[in-house]
């Protein structure tokens, strides 16, 4: 079993109507408990890793965990990198055995984009390394900022199929309505359907990744909430429009916000219940069982994933 690129995965979720899910990792015990679901689901599985987590755990002790992962489940594993804002960060990634790398040139105007993207294209295929890129802005909630104001940020579904088609690249991050965090939406969720198909329509064969995709349950944030936290106003994507959108080609689901909502109400419970403690052992083993379940429910009853990784 070894580090994989994320093409023989896309390529069944686009015709058995399934994500792979993608999970930002930044320690050991997210590592572990992610990969603890996957294998206990027979899942593919995406790792990511963003320009954040790389400064906070170094490059180096991420790489080796991923690896260590791999032979301790003996699955197979894609490595990304998460949010790519340049060439170099890119080129790093791929130096350092990464098997796909995002280039995030969404900030950038559309030739730009694409003359960035090509280059980290070029560059990560002749390495064997697949690319990401993003296309539209996944704007978070604003105060005075419009409908049609932020539709404005969503991808264009033209501009999409002549991106890919000059980029070369082997999937694209979509806006459609998501965005980053516990705070996704002020008033009911929504997401832009019609363009998420008229998108699928014009460029059917390509695997597209949805940003933004926490659901952001309302019981783990009741949880932090119970033991010390102050999170009001969540909101996140339901799970139905998850289920919704894989049917229309979206293949990768990016997810980190679940993850820290899990492991963070899961710690604060501990300490709370268990003033005594303070070994570290106490507390992130229950964390890290946090996040086994909250992934085998995402690969459960989100994704449809189980019984997609590599045969056993
Ligand atoms: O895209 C955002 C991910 O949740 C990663 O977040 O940049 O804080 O590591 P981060
Ligand atoms: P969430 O904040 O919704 O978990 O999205 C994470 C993400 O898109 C990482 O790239
Ligand atoms: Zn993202």
Redesign the pocket.
Known sequence: MALVTSKYMFEKALTNDHAIGAF?V?NMEIIQGIVDAAQAENSGLILQV????RKYAKPAYLLKLVEAAIIDTGIDICLHL??GEDFDICKKCVDDGFTSVMIDGSGHPLNENIEITKKVVEYAHSKGVVVEAELGKLAGIEDNVSVDARQATFTDPDEAAEFVQKTGVDSLAIAIGTS?GAYKFKGDPYLDFERLKKIHFLIPNVPLVL?GASTVLPEFVAKCNEYGGDLPGTRGVPEEMILEAVKYGVCKV?I??DLRLAMTAEIRKHLKEHPENFDPRKYLGPAREAIKGMVQHKIKNVLNSSGTGSPR
């Open positions: 930002n930044n963003s320009a954040g987590a998460d949010h980053h940003h990016n980190d916000t």
